[in-house]
Nanobody, 124 residues
Framework: QVQLVESGGGSVQAGGSLRLSCAVYGYTLSLYCMGWFRQAPGKEREEVGMFEYQSSRTTDADSVKGRFAISQDKAKKTLYLQMNSLNVEDTARYYC?????????????????WGQGTQVTVSS
């Protein structure tokens, strides 16, 4: 069983930064891909970026490219989402998720494990 616990959300003014953390607990050898997703009220869930365990390769959505960065601390089994130059459109609840498929092949349905989410609110 795998558990994911996000933290680091909060309120920030436009142009500010936040770093989200996703601590991974349990049996992680079956995991190949970690993803960050977000969902704003009234909007569909959106992929923010992904991290491939085997290669440490990351991918970012166009909407956050150049502003957000994913990294990992292997020893702490923690995934991070560094968010810079935040704007109002980044306001959402952010979730980390883990898939038993590689990032290149994983559909949203392959992300079997989800955290509870952490709220990010950006004000103008």
């Amino acid at each position: 069983q795998v558990q994911l616990v996000e933290s680091g959300g909060g309120s920030v003014q436009a142009g500010g930064s936040l770093r989200l953390s996703c601590a991974v607990y349990g049996y992680t050898l079956s995991l190949y891909c970690m993803g960050w997703f977000r969902q704003a009220p009234g909007k569909e869930r959106e992929e923010v970026g992904m991290f491939e365990y085997q290669s440490s390769r990351t991918t970012d959505a166009d909407s956050v490219k150049g502003r957000f960065a994913i990294s990992q601390d292997k020893a702490k089994k923690t995934l991070y989402l560094q968010m810079n130059s935040l704007n109002v459109e980044d306001t959402a609840r952010y979730y980390c998720a883990a898939a038993t498929a590689t990032c290149s092949t994983a559909a949203v349905s392959d992300f079997k494990y989800w955290g509870q989410g952490t709220q990010v609110t950006v004000s103008s």
